[in-house]
């Protein structure tokens, strides 16, 4: 069985102070991690993906394997930044599950 | 056309009544995928279509009959649902489903429906 658990429903922070939004998993296998982003009024969208290892919009993540982890971070908040985020895991064949979601609200 | 559209936006319907979500893409893609979504819950995986083929099946009861009448269009027919069945149905799809590794899903707006 594939879970994915986020502790946190809401976080707030100010503009301009430091982001984590945490993610924790349990699968047995290789999944593939993702963040997927929800922003008001808007269409759930990828955010980033753990293979790609890229930056986006400031967001970086970092697949722990060991702690099993897949914490969203960015050093710097800013007001457009606050939105629905959800960690997501795919064991393959498209199958995903979301985690339950964090609500980020950035505070100007 | 870079979008998943769904109709309608708002759907209510009774006990008894048969209604149909559609779904459509024009981005070629080949995989597509029927999520319900509760208020403040995550989207749960429904069904999942693989070149117009079902691969997936959630368990999910057979008041929900999905149809995949070609690789643009995702239909959800819907007969005697309950109160309970009320929530937003997401529509997504992707450019392959028949691999093991993950292509990225596109998302619909979704269609809220209520059940009364």
């Known amino acids: 069985a594939q879970r994915v658990t986020q502790p946190e429903k809401l976080l707030s922070v100010f503009k301009g102070a430091p982001v984590e939004l945490k993610c924790n998993y349990s699968y047995s296998g290789s999944p593939e991690l993702f963040w997927y982003v929800q922003y008001s009024r808007q269409r759930l969208q990828l955010l980033l993906r753990?293979?790609s290892r890229e930056s986006i919009k400031g967001f970086t993540a970092d697949l722990n394997k060991g702690e099993t982890s897949f914490h969203l971070k960015k050093p710097f908040a800013q007001e457009e930044d606050s939105a629905m985020y959800y960690c997501a895991l795919s064991g393959g064949y498209q199958k995903v599950t979301f985690g339950t979601g964090t609500k980020l609200q950035v505070i100007p | 056309d870079t979008e998943v559209t769904q109709t309608p936006k708002h759907l209510v319907m009774g006990m008894t009544n048969k209604k149909s979500l559609k779904c459509e893409q024009h981005?070629?893609?080949?995989?597509m995928y029927w999520y319900k979504q509760k208020a403040k819950k995550p989207p749960e995986l429904m069904f999942v279509?693989?070149?117009?083929?079902?691969?997936i099946n959630e368990s999910v009861p057979s008041r929900f009959s999905p149809e995949c009448p070609n690789s643009s269009l995702l239909n959800l027919h819907l007969h005697a649902l309950q109160p309970e069945d009320s929530a937003l149905y997401l529509c997504?799809?992707?450019?392959?489903?028949?691999?093991?590794?993950?292509?990225?899903?596109?998302f619909g707006p979704g269609t809220r429906l209520t059940v009364l």
């Open positions: 279509y693989s070149y117009e083929k079902l691969s």
């Open positions: 997504a799809s992707s450019q392959d489903g028949a691999g093991t590794s993950y292509n990225e899903q596109f």
């Open positions: 753990h293979i």
């Open positions: 981005m070629g893609h080949r995989a």
